[in-house]
């Protein structure tokens, strides 16, 4: 089940926020597909992440073998 998180900071700009103590709010989906817009926004040079944390390496794992069964 993915889920995204929202953070209230301008990390936009790049800034990071050491002592950021809350999460805006918390959306739960059911399909990856659903959380695509926001997952590829996280996908900038502002962020940071592993190859395997992008959405299109997830999304053709989870089309191989993540299947519910």
């Known amino acids: 089940m993915p889920l995204a998180a929202v953070m209230e900071t ?3 700009q790049g800034e990071t926020v050491a002592n950021a103590a809350r999460v805006a709010h918390v959306d739960t ?3 990856l ?3 695509e ?3 590829r926004g ?3 040079a ?3 992440f592993t190859p395997f ?3 299109d390496f997830l999304s053709a794992w989870a089309d191989s073998c993540g299947t519910t069964r």
């Open 29 to 31: 989906f059911y399909r």
């Open 42 to 44: 996280m996908e900038t």
């Open 10 to 12: 301008d990390a936009s």
């Open 53 to 55: 944390q992008r959405f």
């Open 37 to 39: 817009a926001i997952w």
């Open 33 to 35: 597909a659903d959380a």
């Open 46 to 48: 502002y962020h940071l």
